[in-house]
């Protein structure tokens, strides 16, 4: 057997403590996705069994159950729309949590169902759905529904337009009634599910790193102890002395089974070498961090009620350590708002200005005269307007006018999917218009913010949309109310990238109404003004609007009848439809006439230029991914300040081939090598960086690393991945980190080391599958600048603080062996070594990494090139590393020498003539080492509360009362009283006294001076801006309350207040200033004050 040098529960205790205070985090965690399950599966829904309704729980709907679902519930599984309180059969519901999409989306029952509203009359139904095996496709659905009346069987198609995903939520509809053709785990969101994979932060990996190298330690120290002790017992008399004398079964044993045990005993004495405590602490640090994101007023958002959110606490520290950041456009940089602002009809461009169309020039109809040419926005107060609300110009012209552009509003008005509130259009359907409801009252949903812009700004010129009424489109033109029976609707795809719809006139004529990008609808068209149209449409673009082109085509019956046969066929073929149906689109899509274009605005976000300024300051590059077309992606970088005016924009698109692409970035190379420009810009589309991340990755990887901004355009959702990852396992392994907004985001984000969510208009997708949420993109400024550097410091020194301390606690024990023959003799009381870490030296170090400010919040975020000073993960480096651990090995040194100088060969230091003994030794160099770790906290702590003060101060004075209660008494449970009554005699000496304020010192003092030549001769630019701040009107940056302008006498009464916390903001002095570029107001709860900004 081993003898063990300490006690069982003295090395088990600690690792006891770290793994239950793991255990309840985790199981805390678990127990938090347990209840939320609970509440999903347990939700209460209805279903229609034996012709009535029966409560059930989610969880036990099966295949086939009819369920009820009434308005603002959620979907419990993939349902088939059988029918609505609406008597086309009708629902409109949102899809947030599944795409991101916030709009209303509409879904049909069939014809056969739909009349069946009541329990009743669907215990009658009897027919069978057939259908594809479930898949995560959320837009793809084919099926169909074979209906038995009256002993015919009718067969009807089912698409996506039928089903009901479970997780969307019914909306503007009372109640529906469907099927349950998927559940459980086969729905097509439970489909869609990904495990997230596990992201590991810089500081961990350095850690782990640390952790490999004190393990040497901890092993070399054993192999060194073991091979001296036998060194040391060759000789007889140290082998085996008279007053240890060995047993028979001990000199008989074998030699390498003596040395392994010995070398194992070792092994347990030193092992608290190795900071077990540190992972808790550090899982503490990173939980109870986490709050302060929360907390922080700064990162709320007044308007849509939003603080941040905190969804993964072990990165916090990562956001002080980014090196690029990617970022959606769409909804990200602008607020996702679409405004209408210009179009292109018949050739003239208008722009509306105060709910009129105002001309750019001349009409055909019209005279040189009377419609001024627009040379600039400037003249726009001069320009005769072309029309008000309802285009009236002159008495003269207006029948004219109307004729020409009616057609256009006309297919801005019926060609889109948008729907109404229905509280809003209570007893407009069927009925007349009513005057007294104006158009601004009425309230669309749409499934794209274009389509509400467009429709919102054809309402305000006279064109206005009622709603829809079972088949019929309702359009008031001028104040005569049309209704349009709304024959097919061709839905909108990516590959066609274009909608139509075909409607049938009041008058009896057959329209198809085609919207869509100009790629895809000017190819398509064979009249109209095309060339001139596709100018309007680039300026648009370079403005930075979103353009969409208008088209009709004039349908004759026979036309119409062959249309609608090929749409039946291929709508109810279960054998390849989705390529039927794309080849009937095809042929429907043809022979368009151009009525013109249109282009919404979509706002910059607030304070974004600032925002990706600060952030270049910061060394971070920006790279913006979008699915937006090339134009317009430009042009939004130049207004956000993505792209400088004065950059040199290079270009890689429209490669069609490996050979060409590859020679296209061969010439970018040279450029960026012969242009003595100092900033380079990079645009680069989907196509083309196909081709790029194919073959010629490090080419590419070459070019884009020596350009400032890069801008990735017509971008799919996997491809922004690909750029990340590719980023990523890039040679210099940059940390990484991606921005957005919606669903098509959620893969970047999860790629990023560190994934950050918009809670914005496209759902909450993005939001809940980041590491962290926050309202608007300003936000990422205080996010990175203030708590990102903050967190970064904070668990950076924990780290370094951790091993530090356990080396001045292990490095004595291991020198003690010197003088006790290798005997395994332990220095410390078995109490003492438990306690250690859990008690006397555990409190500073935590308090110091949730609370420690070493800089004002406000340098931080005003100054963002102090982030350049904690990049590259500085402050865990190997030679910082190196610095605290040599810095451990030298207090450990004084610890043990200074007492053995001091007091090793004193006789007369008690009273009484007694010497001291290996327990009081030991006590007097624990009693010193706690006492330095503690000081040489509060040495590296810059921002003081009264918390500081408490634990600080708190952990010395507890360890002496601890310790003369624990000497104080003989405890009956304890084998040996080795410590009785150790500590007061140890106390009695005054030598003892100024033995431990003079080690103290001494370990201080080299401490201070490196500091002291470290400031002076190669300060940070983070000192520099302490030191500036300090000059400035802040009088004391390690205070919470900082005083000026005061005697000095009053100065130490202030700073004894604060040491007790009392803290009087009446006093307070601070050098933040209204003119703050990002923030005017801070009400961060990282100051740990109520003060505002008027107050300081």
């Given at each position: 057997?081993?003898?063990?040098?300490?006690?069982?529960?003295?090395?088990?205790?600690?690792?006891?403590?770290?793994?239950?205070?793991?255990?309840?985090?985790?199981?805390?965690?678990?127990?938090?996705?347990?209840?939320?399950?609970?509440?999903?599966?347990?939700?209460?829904?209805?279903?229609?069994?034996?012709?009535?309704?029966?409560?059930?729980?989610?969880?036990?709907?099966?295949?086939?159950?009819?369920?009820?679902?009434?308005?603002?519930?959620?979907?419990?599984?993939?349902?088939?729309?059988?029918?609505?309180?609406?008597?086309?059969?009708?629902?409109?519901?949102?899809?947030?949590?599944?795409?991101?999409?916030?709009?209303?989306?509409?879904?049909?029952?069939?014809?056969?169902?739909?009349?069946?509203?009541?329990?009743?009359?669907?215990?009658?139904?009897?027919?069978?759905?057939?259908?594809?095996?479930?898949?995560?496709?959320?837009?793809?659905?084919?099926?169909?529904?074979?209906?038995?009346?009256?002993?015919?069987?009718?067969?009807?198609?089912?698409?996506?337009?039928?089903?009901?995903?479970?997780?969307?939520?019914?909306?503007?509809?009372?109640?529906?009634?469907?099927?349950?053709?998927?559940?459980?785990?086969?729905?097509?969101?439970?489909?869609?599910?990904?495990?997230?994979?596990?992201?590991?932060?810089?500081?961990?990996?350095?850690?782990?790193?640390?952790?490999?190298?004190?393990?040497?330690?901890?092993?070399?120290?054993?192999?060194?102890?073991?091979?001296?002790?036998?060194?040391?017992?060759?000789?007889?008399?140290?082998?085996?002395?008279?007053?240890?004398?060995?047993?028979?079964?001990?000199?008989?044993?074998?030699?390498?089974?003596?040395?392994?045990?010995?070398?194992?005993?070792?092994?347990?004495?030193?092992?608290?070498?190795?900071?077990?405590?540190?992972?808790?602490?550090?899982?503490?640090?990173?939980?109870?961090?986490?709050?302060?994101?929360?907390?922080?007023?700064?990162?709320?958002?007044?308007?849509?009620?939003?603080?941040?959110?905190?969804?993964?606490?072990?990165?916090?520290?990562?956001?002080?350590?980014?090196?690029?950041?990617?970022?959606?456009?769409?909804?990200?940089?602008?607020?996702?708002?679409?405004?209408?602002?210009?179009?292109?009809?018949?050739?003239?461009?208008?722009?509306?200005?105060?709910?009129?169309?105002?001309?750019?020039?001349?009409?055909?109809?019209?005279?040189?005269?009377?419609?001024?040419?627009?040379?600039?926005?400037?003249?726009?107060?001069?320009?005769?307007?072309?029309?008000?609300?309802?285009?009236?110009?002159?008495?003269?012209?207006?029948?004219?006018?109307?004729?020409?552009?009616?057609?256009?509003?006309?297919?801005?008005?019926?060609?889109?999917?948008?729907?109404?509130?229905?509280?809003?259009?209570?007893?407009?359907?069927?009925?007349?218009?009513?005057?007294?409801?104006?158009?601004?009252?009425?309230?669309?949903?749409?499934?794209?913010?274009?389509?509400?812009?467009?429709?919102?700004?054809?309402?305000?010129?006279?064109?206005?949309?009622?709603?829809?009424?079972?088949?019929?489109?309702?359009?008031?033109?001028?104040?005569?109310?049309?209704?349009?029976?709304?024959?097919?609707?061709?839905?909108?795809?990516?590959?066609?990238?274009?909608?139509?719809?075909?409607?049938?006139?009041?008058?009896?004529?057959?329209?198809?109404?085609?919207?869509?990008?100009?790629?895809?609808?000017?190819?398509?068209?064979?009249?109209?003004?095309?060339?001139?149209?596709?100018?309007?449409?680039?300026?648009?673009?370079?403005?930075?609007?979103?353009?969409?082109?208008?088209?009709?085509?004039?349908?004759?019956?026979?036309?119409?009848?062959?249309?609608?046969?090929?749409?039946?066929?291929?709508?109810?073929?279960?054998?390849?439809?989705?390529?039927?149906?794309?080849?009937?689109?095809?042929?429907?899509?043809?022979?368009?006439?151009?009525?013109?274009?249109?282009?919404?605005?979509?706002?910059?976000?607030?304070?974004?230029?600032?925002?990706?300024?600060?952030?270049?300051?910061?060394?971070?590059?920006?790279?913006?991914?979008?699915?937006?077309?090339?134009?317009?992606?430009?042009?939004?970088?130049?207004?956000?300040?993505?792209?400088?005016?004065?950059?040199?924009?290079?270009?890689?698109?429209?490669?069609?081939?490996?050979?060409?692409?590859?020679?296209?970035?061969?010439?970018?190379?040279?450029?960026?090598?012969?242009?003595?420009v100092i900033q380079h810009g990079l645009v680069v589309d989907g196509t083309s960086l196909s081709l790029a991340l194919r073959e010629h990755e490090k080419l590419f990887m070459d070019v884009?690393?020596?350009?400032?901004?890069?801008?990735?355009?017509?971008?799919?959702?996997?491809?922004?991945?690909?750029?990340?990852?590719?980023?990523?396992?890039?040679?210099?392994?940059?940390?990484?980190?991606?921005?957005?907004?919606?669903?098509?985001?959620?893969?970047?984000?999860?790629?990023?080391?560190?994934?950050?969510?918009?809670?914005?208009?496209?759902?909450?997708?993005?939001?809940?599958?980041?590491?962290?949420?926050?309202?608007?993109?300003?936000?990422?400024?205080?996010?990175?600048?203030?708590?990102?550097?903050?967190?970064?410091?904070?668990?950076?020194?924990?780290?370094?603080?951790?091993?530090?301390?356990?080396?001045?606690?292990?490095?004595?024990?291991?020198?003690?062996?010197?003088?006790?023959?290798?005997?395994?003799?332990?220095?410390?009381?078995?109490?003492?070594?438990?306690?250690?870490?859990?008690?006397?030296?555990?409190?500073?170090?935590?308090?110091?990494?949730?609370?420690?400010?070493?800089?004002?919040?406000?340098?931080?975020?005003?100054?963002?090139?102090?982030?350049?000073?904690?990049?590259?993960?500085?402050?865990?480096?190997?030679?910082?590393?190196?610095?605290?651990?040599?810095?451990?090995?030298?207090?450990?040194?004084?610890?043990?020498?200074?007492?053995?100088?001091?007091?090793?060969?004193?006789?007369?230091?008690?009273?009484?003539?007694?010497?001291?003994?290996?327990?009081?030794?030991?006590?007097?160099?624990?009693?010193?080492?706690?006492?330095?770790?503690?000081?040489?906290?509060?040495?590296?702590?810059?921002?003081?509360?009264?918390?500081?003060?408490?634990?600080?101060?708190?952990?010395?004075?507890?360890?002496?009362?601890?310790?003369?209660?624990?000497?104080?008494?003989?405890?009956?449970?304890?084998?040996?009283?080795?410590?009785?009554?150790?500590?007061?005699?140890?106390?009695?000496?005054?030598?003892?006294?100024?033995?431990?304020?003079?080690?103290?010192?001494?370990?201080?003092?080299?401490?201070?001076?490196?500091?002291?030549?470290?400031?002076?001769?190669?300060?940070?630019?983070?000192?520099?801006?302490?030191?500036?701040?300090?000059?400035?009107?802040?009088?004391?940056?390690?205070?919470?309350?900082?005083?000026?302008?005061?005697?000095?006498?009053?100065?130490?009464?202030?700073?004894?207040?604060?040491?007790?916390?009392?803290?009087?903001?009446?006093?307070?002095?601070?050098?933040?200033?209204?003119?703050?570029?990002?923030?005017?107001?801070?009400?961060?709860?990282?100051?740990?004050?109520?003060?505002?900004?008027?107050?300081?």
């Amino acid at each position: 057997m081993i003898d063990t040098p300490t006690s069982p529960i003295t090395s088990g205790l600690p690792l006891f403590f770290v793994i239950t205070v793991t255990a309840i985090k985790q199981g805390y965690e678990d127990w938090l996705r347990h209840n939320s399950d609970n509440e999903v599966n347990g939700a209460p829904v209805y279903v229609v069994r034996s012709g009535g309704l029966v409560k059930t729980r989610s969880k036990n709907i099966r295949v086939g159950d009819i369920v009820r679902i009434a308005k603002d519930e959620i979907f419990p599984a993939d349902l088939v729309l059988l029918s609505s309180d609406r008597p086309d059969g009708s629902c409109h519901i949102t899809t947030a949590s599944l795409d991101g999409e916030t709009n209303l989306k509409t879904h049909v029952a069939v014809p056969e169902t739909a009349v069946l509203q009541t329990v009743a009359h669907l215990d009658t139904l009897v027919a069978v759905i057939e259908c594809q095996q479930p898949e995560a496709d959320l837009y793809r659905f084919m099926g169909r529904m074979i209906i038995t009346q009256q002993m015919e069987e009718i067969v009807r198609p089912l698409g996506p337009e039928s089903l009901l995903l479970r997780g969307a939520r019914l909306k503007n509809t009372k109640e529906i009634f469907g099927v349950a053709v998927y559940t459980g785990m086969e729905t097509k969101m439970a489909l869609n599910y990904k495990s997230k994979s596990q992201k590991r932060s810089a500081v961990e990996k350095s850690m782990n790193t640390f952790l490999i190298i004190y393990l040497i330690i901890l092993i070399s120290e054993a192999i060194i102890s073991t091979i001296l002790k036998y060194t040391w017992q060759a000789e007889e008399k140290w082998d085996e002395p008279w007053y240890n004398q060995k047993t028979e079964h001990q000199r008989n044993s074998s030699k390498i089974l003596r040395f392994i045990s010995d070398f194992l005993a070792f092994l347990v004495l030193y092992n608290f070498i190795i900071p077990i405590s540190l992972y808790v602490t550090v899982e503490m640090q990173k939980f109870l961090g986490s709050f302060f994101i929360g907390w922080d007023l700064d990162l709320y958002h007044e308007e849509s009620d939003q603080k941040a959110q905190v969804n993964t606490s072990d990165l916090n520290e990562e956001l002080g350590q980014v090196e690029y950041v990617f970022t959606d456009k769409t909804g990200t940089l602008t607020e996702n708002e679409m405004q209408f602002r210009e179009c292109s009809i018949n050739g003239i461009k208008y722009q509306e200005i105060n709910g009129r169309l105002v001309s750019e020039g001349p009409t055909p109809d019209s005279s040189e005269g009377n419609l001024s040419y627009l040379s600039s926005l400037s003249h726009l107060n001069n320009l005769p307007h072309l029309a008000s609300s309802s285009f009236r110009t002159s008495l003269e012209n207006e029948t004219e006018l109307i004729k020409e552009h009616d057609l256009f509003f006309k297919a801005v008005s019926l060609c889109h999917t948008v729907q109404i509130s229905n509280v809003q259009t209570d007893g407009i359907g069927d009925g007349p218009w009513q005057s007294s409801l104006a158009p601004s009252q009425l309230e669309y949903y749409a499934s794209s913010p274009d389509e509400k812009a467009l429709v919102e700004a054809a309402a305000r010129i006279g064109v206005v949309f009622i709603g829809n009424s079972e088949e019929t489109m309702e359009v008031k033109i001028l104040g005569k109310l049309e209704r349009y029976k709304l024959l097919h609707i061709l839905e909108f795809d990516s590959d066609r990238r274009r909608m139509s719809v075909i409607v049938q006139a009041p008058s009896g004529e057959k329209f198809l109404f085609a919207k869509g990008a100009e790629s895809s609808i000017l190819p398509k068209c064979i009249g109209g003004e095309i060339e001139k149209t596709r100018i309007h449409v680039d300026e648009f673009a370079l403005k930075g609007l979103r353009t969409l082109c208008m088209a009709y085509r004039h349908l004759t019956s026979k036309e119409y009848e062959v249309i609608d046969r090929r749409l039946f066929e291929a709508r109810t073929a279960l054998q390849q439809r989705e390529e039927k149906l794309a080849n009937a689109f095809q042929f429907i899509e043809k022979d368009l006439i151009l009525l013109g274009a249109t282009a919404v605005e979509d706002k910059l976000q607030d304070k974004v230029r600032e925002t990706i300024e600060a952030l270049r300051m910061a060394g971070i590059k920006v790279w913006v991914l979008t699915g937006d077309k090339h134009e317009t992606a430009v042009s939004v970088s130049l207004s956000c300040g993505h792209f400088h005016r004065t950059m040199n924009i290079l270009e890689l698109i429209n490669q069609k081939s490996d050979s060409e692409c590859a020679e296209q970035l061969r010439q970018l190379a040279r450029r960026i090598t012969e242009d003595h420009v100092i900033q380079h810009g990079l645009v680069v589309d989907g196509t083309s960086l196909s081709l790029a991340l194919r073959e010629h990755e490090k080419l590419f990887m070459d070019v884009c690393r020596n350009c400032s901004a890069v801008l990735c355009c017509r971008m799919a959702p996997l491809q922004k991945a690909k750029v990340i990852r590719l980023i990523k396992i890039s040679p210099e392994k940059p940390i990484t980190l991606a921005v957005g907004d919606g669903a098509n985001d959620v893969s970047m984000i999860q790629e990023a080391h560190v994934g950050i969510g918009i809670m914005g208009k496209e759902g909450r997708q993005a939001a809940r599958n980041s590491d962290y949420a926050i309202a608007r993109f300003k936000f990422l400024s205080k996010l990175l600048f203030v708590h990102g550097h903050f967190y970064y410091i904070r668990i950076a020194t924990l780290v370094q603080y951790f091993f530090y301390k356990n080396v001045c606690f292990i490095t004595p024990q291991f020198l003690y062996q010197f003088y006790c023959l290798f005997s395994q003799q332990t220095l410390y009381d078995s109490v003492y070594l438990t306690l250690y870490n859990i008690c006397f030296t555990s409190l500073p170090i935590l308090i110091y990494s949730l609370l420690e400010q070493h800089i004002d919040p406000h340098v931080l975020q005003n100054k963002p090139t102090l982030y350049r000073d904690i990049s590259k993960n500085r402050q865990l480096s190997i030679k910082t590393f190196l610095y605290w651990t040599i810095l451990g090995f030298s207090h450990a040194f004084i610890f043990f020498f200074g007492s053995y100088f001091l007091m090793g060969k004193d006789i007369s230091l008690l009273g009484n003539g007694q010497m001291f003994g290996n327990w009081t030794f030991g006590t007097l160099v624990f009693t010193v080492m706690v006492i330095t770790v503690t000081v040489k906290m509060a040495l590296e702590t810059h921002f003081w509360t009264w918390i500081n003060h408490l634990v600080t101060w708190g952990s010395i004075i507890f360890y002496f009362v601890f310790s003369l209660f624990y000497g104080g008494i003989l405890w009956p449970f304890s084998d040996s009283q080795n410590m009785y009554f150790v500590f007061f005699q140890l106390l009695s000496s005054g030598s003892v006294w100024f033995a431990i304020i003079l080690m103290v010192v001494i370990c201080m003092f080299l401490d201070i001076v490196k500091k002291v030549f470290d400031r002076q001769l190669n300060p940070t630019n983070t000192e520099k801006a302490q030191l500036t701040e300090k000059n400035s009107s802040i009088k004391c940056v390690d205070s919470m309350c900082c005083f000026s302008g005061e005697t000095a006498c009053a100065s130490v009464g202030r700073m004894l207040e604060r040491v007790i916390g009392r803290c009087s903001p009446g006093h307070v002095s601070r050098s933040w200033s209204a003119s703050d570029p990002f923030y005017t107001n801070d009400r961060s709860i990282l100051t740990l004050s109520t003060m505002d900004s008027s107050t300081c």
